[in-house]
């Protein structure tokens, strides 16, 4: 089972649309969650942390399931330029963040 | 502004020709890392720094090399470049309590 999986997409949703992603990771010890966005040929920038309670920001919530090991992401009222992908990142250390594993991305089209 | 600098932007190169990707932070962070991104192949780490005079192996480290001689500044070098290196390349700096990474603007070397 590869570290952290995502599925790549892409996801087509037209604009106003709730779209849901999810990652799986397979270190259980993993302490650390994020979601990461990055636009065509840009820099990776920094969604929302995912905390165990889970946390939403706007029309952004984040969740963790520990006991199924995934996170998820859930966007509402899709706007155009929401069109990215969406990268997962998992801090599988028990303590600092040495390393951090990033999943492949999964892309987001949300079309007029 | 807070900011990551990489330097060269893009860069086409020869086979066997050193060069040195230069990377700097503002932030007065003490982690620091390189990552490259490949189609289908995600975020790869290639080497981080905990701090100055403190360098590791991230997941693809062959082919690379890094010093880190004083905070700010952590450059990638390529001793003999081969066509594999060709890649998208990250630099990133970390904070230290939310454990978010910024990253530079990326620079996109070929190898010919």
């Known amino acids: 089972r590869k570290e952290v999986e995502q599925d790549p997409g892409p996801f ?7 779209v849901a992603f999810n990652c799986t990771y397979s270190n259980s010890a993993s302490q650390s969650f994020f979601w990461y966005r990055q636009d065509c040929r840009k820099e990776p920038k920094l969604l929302m942390s ?14 963790l399931n520990r006991a199924s090991q995934y ?19 998992v801090n599988p250390m028990n303590s600092g963040y040495s390393t951090l594993t990033f999943g492949k991305g999964t892309m987001l089209l949300v079309s007029p | 502004e807070a900011q990551v600098t990489q330097n060269p932007r893009y860069l086409i190169t020869v086979t066997g020709k050193k060069l040195t990707v230069t990377c700097s932070q503002n932030m007065n962070h003490e982690y620091m890392s390189w990552y490259r991104q490949d189609p ?4 790869r780490q290639i080497y981080y720094s ?3 005079e403190v360098t590791d ?45 910024f990253f530079g603007e990326g620079s996109r070397l070929t190898v010919l």
């Open chain 1, 12 to 18: 087509n949703v037209p604009e106003g649309a709730t």
């Open chain 1, 50 to 63: 995912v905390y165990s309670s889970g946390n939403e920001d706007g029309r952004f919530t984040a969740q």
């Open chain 1, 71 to 89: 996170i998820s992401l859930l966007i509402r009222d899709s706007k155009l330029s929401d069109s990215a992908t969406y990268l997962c990142v």
């Open chain 2, 40 to 43: 289908g192949l995600g975020l």
């Open chain 2, 50 to 52: 905990m701090n100055v």
């Open chain 2, 57 to 101: 192996k991230g997941d693809v480290p062959e082919g690379y090399k890094v010093s880190r001689k004083e905070k700010r500044n952590f450059p990638l070098i390529l001793e003999s470049p081969s066509p594999n290196q060709t890649s998208l390349y990250f630099c990133a700096s970390r904070a230290p309590f939310t454990g978010e990474l």
